[in-house]
């Protein structure tokens, strides 16, 4: 699994990269998408570049290193960066960050696929203090709260025969976040919940990458604001307060999650 792991670090290394020239040259390489898209894709560049990258660099050297919380953790830190990349390819318009874009795409799906497929939930020691009606129900409440609040602006668009005002926003057909989150993310995410309930070892082995992305994805959004304003454009500020609730509170619960997994690098390494 060693070359996975290094494959993630070339992917996260060209990652910032771009991430870098996004924020340097952003009139550039976003100036022909809206002024919403251009926030937001700015902040993305922020998280990215000073949390996600830092973190895929360090969890895949854990994984070198044969531990299975860092395991558990990159795989959702590969999942945020597949994520990120298939929004960043498939709706921004070609420039000349786009080869690169599909390179960390493809390196990070790789990887992510390889991760998964060597994963051997059944091996992983969990302790006895395990917090699985937490986190089973967390995952589940918050899996079913978004696809409710995503149906609740797509259905009526579906029956009016209208663009989702959000993918209006952002000068597209449809919003790729209602796409990917209905049809894998959430999904997935109420999955595990259900799973970790239900005692079975995979979902415990995929609730610490859920929580993990979760994170990871509330970080731009709280950061959005603050880049509208500093680029002197209106501001939202509405989502700021429950998006940082609801971060604070997935943080915990992945802090209380996370040191009840016993490691023991001589079973944790992968070949």
């Given at each position: 699994?060693?070359?996975?792991?290094?494959?993630s670090?070339?992917?996260a290394?060209?990652?910032?990269?771009?991430?870098?020239?996004?924020?340097v040259?952003?009139?550039?390489?976003?100036?022909?998408?809206?002024?919403?898209?251009?926030?937001?894709?700015?902040?993305?560049?922020?998280?990215?570049?000073?949390v996600?990258?830092?973190?895929?660099?360090?969890?895949?050297?854990?994984?070198?290193?044969?531990?299975d919380?860092?395991?558990?953790?990159?795989?959702g830190?590969l999942?945020?960066?597949?994520?990120?990349?298939?929004?960043?390819?498939?709706?921004?318009?070609?420039?000349?960050?786009?080869?690169?874009?599909?390179?960390?795409?493809?390196?990070?799906?790789?990887?992510?696929?390889?991760?998964?497929?060597?994963?051997?939930?059944?091996?992983?020691?969990?302790?006895?203090?395990v917090?699985?009606?937490?986190?089973?129900?967390?995952?589940?409440?918050?899996?079913?709260l978004f696809?409710?609040?995503?149906?609740?602006?797509?259905?009526?668009a579906?029956?009016?025969?209208?663009v989702?005002?959000?993918?209006?926003?952002l000068?597209?057909?449809?919003n790729?976040?209602?796409?990917?989150?209905?049809?894998?993310?959430?999904?997935a995410?109420?999955?595990?919940?259900v799973?970790v309930?239900?005692?079975?070892?995979?979902?415990?082995?995929?609730?610490?990458?859920?929580?993990?992305?979760?994170?990871?994805?509330?970080?731009?959004?709280?950061?959005?604001?603050?880049?509208?304003?500093?680029?002197g454009?209106?501001?939202?500020?509405?989502?700021?307060?429950?998006?940082?609730?609801?971060?604070?509170?997935?943080v915990?619960?992945?802090?209380?999650?996370?040191?009840?997994?016993?490691?023991?690098?001589?079973?944790?390494?992968?070949?």
């Amino acid at each position: 699994m060693d070359r996975w792991a290094r494959v993630s670090m070339v992917a996260a290394g060209l990652a910032m990269l771009g991430n870098l020239a996004g924020l340097v040259w952003a009139d550039a390489v976003y100036g022909r998408e809206v002024t919403v898209f251009v926030q937001q894709a700015v902040a993305q560049d922020v998280v990215d570049l000073v949390v996600v990258g830092p973190a895929l660099l360090v969890l895949a050297a854990g994984v070198l290193r044969g531990s299975d919380r860092a395991w558990l953790l990159w795989l959702g830190a590969l999942a945020f960066t597949v994520y990120n990349y298939v929004i960043y390819a498939f709706t921004i318009h070609v420039g000349r960050l786009s080869l690169l874009w599909m390179a960390v795409l493809g390196l990070s799906v790789a990887a992510l696929g390889a991760g998964l497929h060597r994963l051997d939930p059944a091996a992983l020691a969990w302790s006895d203090r395990v917090p699985r009606r937490t986190v089973g129900l967390f995952l589940v409440v918050v899996g079913v709260l978004f696809a409710l609040l995503w149906l609740s602006e797509l259905l009526p668009a579906v029956v009016r025969g209208t663009v989702p005002s959000s993918a209006r926003e952002l000068g597209l057909p449809a919003n790729p976040v209602h796409v990917l989150d209905l049809s894998f993310f959430l999904p997935a995410v109420v999955a595990a919940g259900v799973l970790v309930l239900r005692r079975r070892p995979l979902g415990l082995a995929l609730a610490p990458g859920l929580l993990l992305f979760l994170v990871l994805t509330g970080l731009p959004i709280l950061l959005t604001p603050l880049v509208a304003s500093w680029r002197g454009e209106t501001a939202t500020w509405a989502v700021v307060v429950p998006i940082g609730v609801l971060t604070l509170v997935t943080v915990a619960v992945l802090a209380r999650l996370v040191p009840t997994l016993e490691e023991d690098p001589a079973r944790g390494r992968r070949a």
